[in-house]
């Protein structure tokens, strides 16, 4: 069965260097997103992605975050200068064509900032 | 904003029923989730409800949606060990263009032997 796959599935960092979370989504879905968890709270929304732009995005996803597809596969997450409360679980997440309701999560990306 | 709400914890013994609930307030909401996250992993599907059924059935799983009272709940007939996780309803609203979801807090379901 297809999976949207994440790497790496941990990362620690120190404060104020960059960090670029990748995913690969589904082969045959066109849309892309990535939300976060912070520990014991809830799965946060940050951005949507479609159409090679984004769609929508929530006020956590300031200008520290952006989002690419550099390749017909990938999907990254880039945070330009980590904070201490970047420190989350980060899932990408997929799904396809209008109709096609089902949003596959991928296993995830643990953040630790320093 | 839209906002979902789900009970902490839930113990029920092996073999029972489990009834997990949730309230929504965004009225436009037209599909609803129930996920599952097992320790360290990502969030599984493991159902989804539009928001004109009140029923959807799906082997051990049954969710029910009130819609007038926006209630969804997730009953998982023969509770096992393995069906110890956290679950966490969410919604998708009408509202927007793209379709990213709101989560509830999540419930950690314990099943007991």
């Known amino acids: 069965e297809p999976e949207v796959t994440q790497t790496p599935s941990h990362q620690v960092t120190q404060m104020g260097q960059e960090v670029i979370l990748r995913c690969v989504p589904i082969?045959?879905?066109?849309?892309f997103y990535w939300y976060r968890q912070i520990l014991g709270q809830k799965v946060e929304f940050l951005v949507s992605?479609?159409?090679?732009?984004?769609?929508?995005k929530s006020e956590i996803f300031d200008d520290q975050f952006s989002v690419e597809r550099p390749d017909g596969s990938n999907f990254t997450l880039k945070i330009r200068s980590t904070k201490l409360e970047d420190s989350a679980m980060y899932f990408c997440?997929?799904?396809?064509?209008?109709?096609?309701?089902?949003?596959?999560f991928g296993p995830g990306t643990r953040l630790l900032v320093l | 904003g839209e906002d979902v709400e789900q009970s902490l914890f839930l113990s029920v013994r092996e073999g029972d029923s489990s009834v997990i609930n949730c309230t929504y307030t965004?009225?436009?909401?037209?599909?609803l989730y129930w996920y599952k996250q097992e320790p360290g992993a990502g969030l599984q599907l493991l159902t989804y409800?539009?928001?004109?059924?009140d029923m959807k059935q799906d082997q051990r799983l049954t969710v029910l949606l009130n819609k007038k009272d926006k209630h969804l709940s997730l009953r998982i007939a023969d509770t096992q060990t393995g069906d110890s996780a956290i679950y966490f309803c969410?919604?998708?609203?009408?509202?927007?263009?793209?379709?990213?979801?709101?989560f509830g807090s999540g419930t950690q379901l314990t099943v007991l032997p």
């Open positions: 997440a997929s799904t396809g064509l209008a109709g096609q309701e089902t949003q596959y």
């Open positions: 082969s045959n879905h066109l849309y």
């Open positions: 992605f479609y159409n090679n732009e984004i769609s929508e």
């Open positions: 965004d009225s436009s909401s037209t599909y």
């Open positions: 409800i539009f928001s004109n059924m």
């Open positions: 969410a919604e998708r609203s009408r509202t927007g263009s793209a379709r990213q979801l709101t």
